[in-house]
Structures are given as C-alpha cells and as structure tokens.
C-alpha cells in the first residue's frame, strides 16, 4: 500500500493531503470533511482505512490553505460557505484526472456534516468524473438548487436518534430523486460516536462505493 502527502495546487494556493493508493485498487475516494475539522479527522481516518482495505484509494485534504484556516479559526466564516467548498472540491478533482496514479480510477465522494453539501454540488458540477457519493451525518439539504443536477448514485447515513438531521434528508432525498438512497444506523447521533455505530457507516460506504465506482480500463 503506497502512502504519500502531497500538496494539490487550487487556485487560492496549496492544499495539504494524505493520498492512499492500495494495490489494485478500484475506485478512489474524496474526503470532504465538515465545518471546523480537517484531513486529520478521526472519524474520517477511520472511514478510509477501511475503505483502503476494500480496495479502494483515498485522498483526504485540507479544504483551506493554511492562510484562509488562520481566518476561519477566527471568524468560522469560511466553513460553512458551500459554494467556496464545492469549487475547491471540484479543483481538487480536475487535479486528480492529472495525477498519473489517479487519474483511471472512478471517483466518489465522501462528505460529512457541511462536507456533504459542498460533496454534492461539486458531483453536480462534475457528472462525468464523479460516479458515486455518500454522506455521513450530512447536510445534503444545504446543497440547495444543484442536488436536482446530481446524478451520481448517492446514500444518504444518518444516525437513527439525529432526528432534525433524519428530517433535513428526507427533504434531500426528494429533491435528489431516484439517485438517493436515505439509510438509518439505529442508535447513532451525529457523530456516530456510539459503539459499532461508525464501523457500519463505513461498511455501508465501502459496499456503496465498490458497487458503484468501476475502474475504466487503460486503452491498450
């Protein structure tokens, strides 16, 4: 398994990320992590390890240069701005069509909390590279007018006892239509910090992206 930190030019400048390549792998994986986290989040660590075993890459990043995280570690105004985020994730996908290592595989996306949202309006904004979505705990609803565009298969993770959530999904899923699929974990809140509860949003993921993301074949 090839583990390497990369900094993936964006227009505003550099983002730092964590990219794991597995053997053979059939899909690679965005991580687009909510309001206040980063690359090192350990709910998302812990979600792409077990992607990496399935085989799946992963690629987790920074969704702001250390300049603007400066900023928003003040102000907390650049974190919940979907629109900004989707951009930089829909860059941040252009950049990985150029990485030689990445660039046959299939792409999805794995957004959590606010990451959800700015998830789903980049799979609006790029259909053609990206092929699969999931949401943990996400705020789908806060993508707005693009989540008729999406036409990636999306699931919808949601804990069981996150009522309000359950509810702004449900909502989601009827603006996303046939692509979306709403499934509870009994049991969970918001951050799936009840035991077992993260282990199965993982499973669930890893069984959704695999089924879903199909590795184009090299022209011989």
């Known amino acids: 398994m090839e583990m390497r930190e990369v900094t993936i030019p964006v ?22 992590h909510g309001s206040g986290s980063s690359r090192h989040s350990p709910r998302n660590v812990a979600v792409a390890h077990t992607l990496n075993d ?14 603007e995280d400066a900023i928003d570690a003040q102000t907390a105004e650049l974190r919940f701005n979907i629109p900004m985020l989707a951009d930089r994730l829909a860059e941040i996908v ?10 046959p595989l299939p792409v999805g996306l794995f957004g959590a909390s606010t990451g959800a949202a700015a998830a789903l309006v980049a799979a609006a904004e790029r259909p053609d590279r990206v092929r699969a979505v999931v949401s943990r705990g996400g705020r789908p609803d806060l993508a707005g007018a693009s989540l008729s565009a999406v036409r990636a298969p999306t ?3 949601v ?27 009994p049991g969970a809140t918001h951050l799936f910090e009840e035991p077992g509860t993260l282990e199965q ?20």
Do not use: C, Y
Request: hydrophobic content about 50%; charged content about 20%; cysteine-free.
């Open 159 to 185: 804990g069981g006892l996150d009522e309000q959530v359950i509810v702004l999904n449900e909502q989601a899923k009827a603006q996303l239509g046939d692509v979306a699929e709403l499934r509870i974990v």
């Open 155 to 157: 699931l919808l993770l």
């Open 54 to 67: 399935r085989p799946l890459a992963t690629v987790l990043v920074d969704l702001l240069t250390p300049e």
């Open 11 to 32: 227009a505003a400048g550099g983002l730092p990320a964590d990219v794991i390549f597995p053997d053979e792998p059939k899909g690679v994986v965005l991580f687009a």
């Open 201 to 220: 949003v993982a499973d669930q993921a890893a069984s959704w992206f695999s089924g879903h993301l199909t590795r184009v074949p090299r022209p011989a």
């Open 94 to 103: 252009d950049w990985m069509g150029t990485d030689s290592t990445l660039r």
